[in-house]
Each structure stands twice: as structure tokens, then as C-alpha cells.
């Protein structure tokens, strides 16, 4: 699968933002996808994945609340609905995805597969 993600940008705290990962390719209930962030000087982070099909989403403790995945499969896209943004939550944000069937979504960018450019936000305080 290819994906290719977009929406990133400069907000000011408080603001919102949606990114959309488009995915080509293999799209089936099996694909799990997810959104990662990396901020400068820090490891990569998990921020929340979901399941192809809908039916299991899980979020990062940062971003509960506040941030909200969702797909749509028309459009072979998944958004990442950012809202209530905080200068914490500057980072280049990647989405990926990997298609084995685990018990549940995981949360270890060792786990996923494909990987797609990042989108930089910047929220300013």
C-alpha cells in the first residue's frame, strides 16, 4: 500500500487541523492504519490507529479527547482530526499502516510496514 499524507500546517494554540492519509493500493478490513509524530530531537511517537473496516480505533493518553481518526472508504482515505491544538503537539506527523491481525491495534511504529512522507504542524503559543 502507498500512502501519502497532507493537511499539515501553522495554527495557532487552540486551533484545529484535519490531516488525510490517501491510501492506494491493497485497502481491506485487515489494514490497520495510524498516525505517528515526531517532533524535533525526539523519537517518533504513536498518536492513534484504526482499523480498515471501523471497527477498532486507540488513541495516545496525549491526544484523547482532543484528536479524533476516522476513514472513509470511498475515498480510500483516513483523516486525523486535530482540535484544541497545544505547541506540545508541534511534530512532522506520518501515517502508516501494516496489514497482519493482531488482538489488538498496535501502537509500535516497529509493527508498521509502510510509511508515508510526513506533514508538518506547527502550533504556535
Known amino acids: 500500500v502507498q500512502l501519502q499524507a497532507s493537511g499539515g500546517g501553522l495554527v495557532q494554540a487552540g486551533g484545529s487541523l484535519r490531516l488525510s492519509c490517501a491510501a492506494s493500493?491493497?485497502?481491506?478490513?485487515?489494514?490497520?492504519l495510524g498516525w505517528f509524530r515526531q517532533a524535533p530531537g525526539k523519537e517518533r511517537d504513536f498518536v492513534a490507529a484504526i482499523l480498515w473496516s471501523g471497527h477498532s480505533i486507540v488513541y495516545a493518553d496525549s491526544v484523547k479527547g482532543r484528536f479524533t481518526i476516522s476513514r472513509d472508504n470511498a475515498k480510500n482515505t483516513v483523516y486525523l482530526q486535530m482540535n484544541s491544538l497545544k505547541p506540545e503537539d508541534t511534530a512532522v506527523y506520518y501515517c502508516?499502516?501494516?496489514?497482519?491481525?493482531?488482538?489488538?491495534?498496535?501502537?509500535?511504529?516497529?509493527?508498521?510496514?509502510?510509511w508515508g512522507q510526513g506533514t508538518l504542524v506547527t502550533v504556535s503559543s
Open positions: 493500493g491493497r485497502t481491506f478490513g485487515t489494514l490497520t
Open positions: 502508516a499502516s501494516y496489514y497482519k491481525i493482531m488482538a489488538k491495534l498496535s501502537t509500535t511504529s516497529n509493527e508498521y510496514d509502510y
